[in-house]
């Protein structure tokens, strides 16, 4: 019987073998998901699940059996799970949702949770003023970028996928302090949605990896943390209050 509450958390980066054991970080991501799973409605994964994922049409990526065997059993228990895709894992199709039963979102999603309105997004590219970060994303998003990786061989596609994402997890951008309100991009696009008639009251994002509560005008904005810096982090709505949780690696 599923419960009241609603999960957000992103970056879990399963797989990265950097920073903390990578076996180790997809059992507290489990333990994580199975204490949730006791009050748990519905489970929104904003992104960066996977450290890199790629679905080609006959084969996926090895691993990540337990979290995956938890998402199946959720969805066979009426616990809604629903991932978006986050700049790491956005080549998803149709595998986890035949598999496990989870809704995919490629895009920001403006919904309603008991009453209130979030808009629900991993934040790549969002509120960034530099064209090169714009233009890269789309790029990666291209049918064309697709097609051409879809034609190496998984065995090198995955290994090369694996390096690539080890070594753009130290962008400079996911590893910076807080820049400040007028500089942060993910502060910046929720004033712009707000300003344009968005409506909702809470925003969640993923991406930056710095743990974030910023309340303005009545909306209040989180960014969950990654699970790689972080114990655990995730955001909880239990129909009136929606509050982050992030507790660090090293206390
Ligand atoms: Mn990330």
């Known amino acids: 019987m599923p419960g009241r509450k609603t999960y957000f958390a992103s970056d879990f980066h399963l797989g990265l073998a ?10 507290r991501v489990v333990s994580w998901l199975d204490s949730a799973s006791h009050d748990a409605r519905s489970i929104y994964l904003l992104g960066d ?14 691993g990540f059996t337990r979290f995956l065997g938890t998402l199946a059993s ?10 978006f895709t986050g700049n790491h894992d956005m080549w998803m199709k149709g595998y986890l949702t035949d598999e496990c039963g989870v809704t995919i979102h490629y895009e920001p999603l403006i919904t309603e949770i ?6 629900l997004a991993h934040g790549e590219g969002l509120g960034s003023t530099s064209t090169g970060a714009r233009l890269l994303f789309s790029f990666f998003h291209s049918r064309t970028a697709r097609a ?8 090198y596609g995955v290994a090369f996928g694996h390096a690539w994402s080890r070594s753009s997890r130290l962008a400079k951008h996911v590893s910076l302090p807080f820049l400040g309100e007028d500089r942060e ?3 910046r696009h929720t ?3 707000a300003a344009g008639g968005c409506n909702a009251r809470y925003y969640i994002y993923g991406h930056r990896h710095l743990p974030l509560t910023f309340d303005e005008d009545g909306r209040r904005m989180i960014i969950l943390g990654d699970w790689f810096s972080c114990r655990t982090s995730y955001a909880v709505y239990d129909g009136s209050d929606l509050n982050l949780v992030s507790e660090p690696l090293v206390p």
């Open 18 to 27: 950097a920073g903390t054991d990578p076996r180790e970080r997809e059992r």
């Open 49 to 62: 699940i996977f450290d890199f994922w790629w679905e080609y049409r006959e084969v996926v990526p090895k």
């Open 74 to 83: 959720f969805s066979d228990r009426g616990i809604d799970v629903h991932i």
């Open 114 to 119: 008991d009453g209130e309105i979030f808009y």
């Open 148 to 155: 051409l990786y879809s034609a190496i061989h998984p065995r």
């Open 185 to 187: 991009d993910l502060i």
């Open 191 to 193: 004033r712009t949605m």
